[in-house]
């Protein structure tokens, strides 16, 4: 099976300005989980979608959102950049259970630099 | 912030010391993962407890799950170079509006040789 995909590997953008990134699950994974990765804070949660609905949403402002199309690719999006959003931004997807979300297969994320 | 509390936040150890970290939750988890994730790479599971007080073992790797299921640990015996990496632990938190993986900030794992 094909692994986790992330797309755009880097990026480069300027504060005020938007952008998208892509993740394609692990095929039959209906369940993507995105999360913030920074030095000093770890792995922080930002939403999970499965089956096109967001289920759970982590402590972010509006500025993140994200998506989920019915083949389970997902996008996020961030708009109004700020210079604290540099971040590596990881991807997951997992078969989701009746006791919750198993184990997460990430993707490789997308470095994203804000100038 | 966090509500999975990973301790410590570096360990630096000679090749063939022993090596733990240890993660607690304020609230009862319903399971704690494990994740390693090598310099410049994205985490790997490494392994999911669910019972209280369950103890797994891989090879070096003994994982533990605390009897009140709020604390665990990951220990590893002479470590080795290739076990350099930052390990996480994330628990499982079944809340009122859904279920939802917190991961610790993780330790970071140094070795000498």
């Known amino acids: 099976k094909a692994g986790v995909t992330q797309t755009p590997r880097y990026l480069i953008k300027t504060r005020g300005q938007q952008v998208t990134l892509s993740c394609s699950p692990i095929s039959g994974h209906r369940s993507v989980s995105w999360y913030q990765q920074t030095p000093g804070q770890g792995l922080q949660f930002l939403f999970e979608y499965f089956s096109e609905t967001q289920r759970n949403k982590g402590n972010f402002p509006g500025r993140f959102s994200g998506r989920q199309f019915s083949n389970s690719r997902s996008e996020m999006n961030v708009s109004t950049l700020e210079l604290g959003d540099s971040a590596l931004y990881l991807c997951?997807?997992?078969?989701?259970?009746?006791?919750?979300?198993?184990?997460?297969?990430f993707g490789p994320g997308t470095r994203l630099t804000v100038l | 912030g966090q509500q999975v509390m990973q301790i410590p936040q570096y360990q630096h150890v000679q090749e063939g010391e022993d090596f733990t970290t240890y993660c607690n939750s304020s609230?009862?988890?319903?399971?704690i993962q494990w994740y390693k994730q090598r310099p410049g790479g994205h985490p790997v599971f490494l392994i999911q407890l669910v019972k209280s007080g369950e103890v797994k073992k891989q090879k070096r790797l003994t994982f533990q799950f605390g009897e009140a299921k709020k604390n665990s640990s990951l220990h590893i015996t002479a470590t080795q170079t290739t076990d350099v990496g930052t390990y996480f632990c994330?628990?499982?938190?079944?809340?009122?509006?859904?279920?939802?993986?917190?991961f610790g900030a993780g330790t970071i794992l140094r070795v000498k040789s």
């Open positions: 994330a628990g499982l938190r079944v809340g009122e509006y859904g279920n939802k993986l917190v």
């Open positions: 997951a997807s997992s078969l989701l259970l009746a006791g919750g979300p198993d184990e997460q297969f």
């Open positions: 609230t009862t988890l319903s399971n």
